[in-house]
């Protein structure tokens, strides 16, 4: 599956638009994270756990993006983009979303 993030795919044609696929997943803080961030904020460096947990909560969120694709007989995703919200002080949804078509070189 071609995931992009243009509208176009440079030397492929869109020949059939399927509309908007979306992916979604929620990462909620672990207390133990949450400890070891709030020590990490005060003597200062990246909280390790977090993008570690965003990164996979990415990811996830793409293969559910990409699977819903793929049930549409879709071969790529063009315009693909992430959105993240705070569902509460300790939950974030993050969703995948972008246009399923099918394309030919």
Known sequence: MLVATSEQLKGREIVETFGLVIGSTTRGQLVTEEV????RKIIGGE?????????LAREEAVQRMIKEAEELKAN???GMRFSITSVTQTVVEIVAYGT??????
């Open 36 to 39: 070891i961030s709030n020590i």
């Open 47 to 55: 909280s390790v756990e977090y993008t570690d947990g965003l990164a």
């Open 76 to 78: 790529a995703i063009v």
């Open 100 to 105: 399923a078509v099918n394309v030919k070189d």
